[in-house]
């Protein structure tokens, strides 16, 4: 109908694929409320908040506290507690106060040992293990500890999604040892929630 006659159509939908699929803008409503609306792209990968985020299926959500900011750079240090990750800069948030950020599961990459580290993942490197994974046919999502400096109390630090030929490729398995990065562009800032 809306191909035919080309009317406003409003679609109501928990499936996030049918969501994108059929949108050209989204309206997360949680609770009654409006929490962001936008293009669905700006929806889907820039979420507004930790609850956008979460519903958007991000799995990886922080809270930490700025140390550093590099507006010139576009670069932000955030303290972990037990690590630091570096973001890019932004949302109005000042060193010293708590931010939240997130990063998508098929946004954390798997380094190959031997080979040189692209530019982009250079900011964050983080040496652990395969904490566990489950398989879901096509993909794998593997959860990853890390281990000596930085090592926190948690079972796992980042939930990552592999396609399945790779972890095939890179013969991964539970209590591998292996070295993952974040790219600084992929993680999205956003001021903490109270």
Known sequence: IHNAFGTTVIHITHDLEEAYTLSSKIAVLIGGKIEQEAPKD??????????????????????????????????????????????????????????????????IKILREGREVRDSLKDNVFEGKIANVIPHGVSHTIYFKITGKGESQEKYDFEINLPYYNFVRLNLSVGSLIKVALRKNAIRVFPAEK
Request: a negative charge; proline letters at 5%.
């Open 42 to 107: 700006e929806v889907f990968y820039n979420p507004r908040n930790r609850t956008v985020a979460a519903f958007m299926g991000f799995r990886n959500i922080f809270t930490g506290t700025v140390r550093e900011i590099d507006s010139e750079n576009n670069k932000m240090i955030i303290d972990l507690g037990n690590y630091q990750i570096i973001t890019p800069s932004g949302n109005g948030v000042k060193i010293g106060e708590k931010t939240e950020f997130c990063v998508l599961p098929l946004e």
